[in-house]
């Protein structure tokens, strides 16, 4: 069984840029996450999703981050300006109907 | 709100040396407890889960025990290996049930050195 994809694996770009991440969890998992995983950090919820509608954006920062889950398979998420804080690993995970979550391998975000 | 702590890194050991991890947990009720392994450049993977009171969840030689008398969930290994280094979080889902979000610690760096 395929695991969760993300790409790219590493992004570096300036301050203000806009940069996007996308993910493919495994096949037939309803329940999709992406979080924020900031050094030396544990990883932080930003979006949920079930299907294609969102579950929980609470910690979404969303006047710069934007996500979506089209036809409820893959998940693109966004940042339109990106700041010297947003630097971190962004993590996608899914789930089927429980509280085992399989993870990505990330995306290691670089603002300069 | 729903909590968890860590005990802090970073951790080195000699192989062969006995390992605890330190996790304890606030929460309402009494949620599945789980710890997530992160190998260098990869992503998290369960190590371990425990669904209630007193239950022990052992993966790979790891084991924890879910304490609610201590609200504790700590990770013991006999005899770490240099292939256990890695960053290790306790982590607990929100006590909202459905929705199974997860609330991590901040993490434990491990090194072994041979």
């Known amino acids: 069984e395929a695991g969760v994809a993300q790409s790219p694996r590493y992004k570096i770009i300036e301050k203000r840029q806009s940069v996007a991440f996308w993910c493919n969890p495994i096949?037939?998992?309803?329940?999709l996450y992406w979080y924020q995983q900031i050094l030396g950090q544990g990883p932080k919820l930003l979006i949920q999703f079930q299907n294609n509608g969102v579950v929980d954006d609470s910690q979404l920062p969303k006047d710069r981050f934007s996500a979506e889950r089209l036809k409820g398979v893959d998940s693109t998420l966004k940042i339109q300006p990106a700041k010297l804080e947003d630097s971190a690993v962004y993590l996608c995970?899914?789930?089927?109907?429980?509280?085992?979550?399989?993870f990505g391998p990330g995306t290691r975000l670089t603002v300069t | 709100g729903d909590s968890v702590t860590q005990m802090e890194g970073p951790v080195t050991l000699s192989e062969e040396a006995f390992l605890t991890i330190n996790c304890t947990y606030t929460a309402t009720g009494y949620p599945s407890l789980f710890w997530y392994v992160q190998y260098p450049g990869e992503g998290l993977q369960l190590l371990l889960k425990a669904t209630k009171a007193d239950d022990k969840g052992s993966n790979k030689g790891f084991e924890a025990t879910y304490r609610k008398e201590t609200t504790s969930f700590h990770l013991e290994k006999g005899s770490v290996q240099v292939s256990d280094s890695a960053v290790y979080f306790c982590?607990?889902?929100?006590?909202?049930?459905?929705?199974?979000?997860?609330?991590f610690g901040k993490g434990t760096l491990l090194t072994v050195n041979p």
């Open positions: 096949s037939g998992h309803a329940t």
């Open positions: 982590a607990l889902p929100d006590s909202g049930g459905s929705n199974y979000k997860l609330t």
């Open positions: 995970a899914s789930t089927f109907g429980s509280n085992e979550q399989y």
